[in-house]
């Protein structure tokens, strides 16, 4: 008889998309409306939406930030999906440096790192004063084999930057990016993240379904 595989445990690390998700300012929110509904002519209901590919969790291309660079529907997506580590550095300032982690990281390190800055990820409202990555931080990472990189901030740059440093260090080290995830229910540690881009072919990112699946004992 077949021995039972106990489940493993699952966590949702997207926040809810809606109409009142909050945006990068300038940013298209999401709207979306009833293009067909069910009716005596109609058996189906369908929407139409229209968003910001930045709205929510997602996957930023190089195309964002680089004028040259790939679409979100050419890159790679094994950056995406396997093992990888989440780390808190909560409430530690503007930026997080090497020190704010570092009790995390070690000889084995994932090639993805999550870094939770939140007590609380405010999935109702921007937040101008968001946490982002020291470009240092980027490139001891890097150093290390990381290859993608996730935050619960809307992005890995301050809000307020003109430079986009740590985007041009992710650029330069042909490093992945994740932003807006909710790691407010998830302890640090080692996990199978699961984010994968939608194939938008001439896209400069795409939304993602990000969850995180615990690693079999």
């Known amino acids: 008889m077949r021995s039972l595989q106990p489940q ?67 890159v790679d997506l094994a950056p995406f999906l396997g093992p990888c580590r989440v780390i808190h550095a909560i409430a530690r300032g503007p930026l997080i440096e090497w020190e704010h982690i570092a009790h995390a990281v070690d000889s ?27 470009p240092a931080t980027v490139e001891r990472l890097a150093a290390m084999g990381v290859k993608l990189i996730g935050i619960d901030t809307a992005s890995i740059d301050p809000a307020d930057s003109k430079t986009l440093e740590s985007h041009q260090r992710i650029r330069r080290l042909d490093l992945r990016v994740l932003e807006n995830l909710v790691l407010d229910d998830v302890p640090e540690g080692d996990y199978e993240l699961i984010a994968l881009p939608l194939k938008l072919v001439n896209a400069d990112a795409s939304p993602v379904r990000a969850v995180l699946r615990e690693l079999p004992r």
């Open 8 to 74: 493993l445990r699952i966590w949702d690390i997207s926040p809810p998309v809606h109409e009142g998700t909050p945006v990068f300012p300038g940013d298209t929110p999401y709207q979306q409306r009833w293009a067909a509904t069910i009716s005596p002519d109609c058996p189906v209901n369908v929407s139409e939406i229209k968003l910001s590919p930045h709205v929510g969790a997602h996957a930023d291309a190089p195309l964002h930030y680089d004028p040259e660079g790939q679409t979100i529907g050419l």
């Open 108 to 134: 084995q390190l994932p090639p993805r790192v999550l870094v939770r800055t939140y007590t609380t990820m405010p999935v109702g409202h921007w937040d101008p004063q968001l946490a982002a990555y020291a």
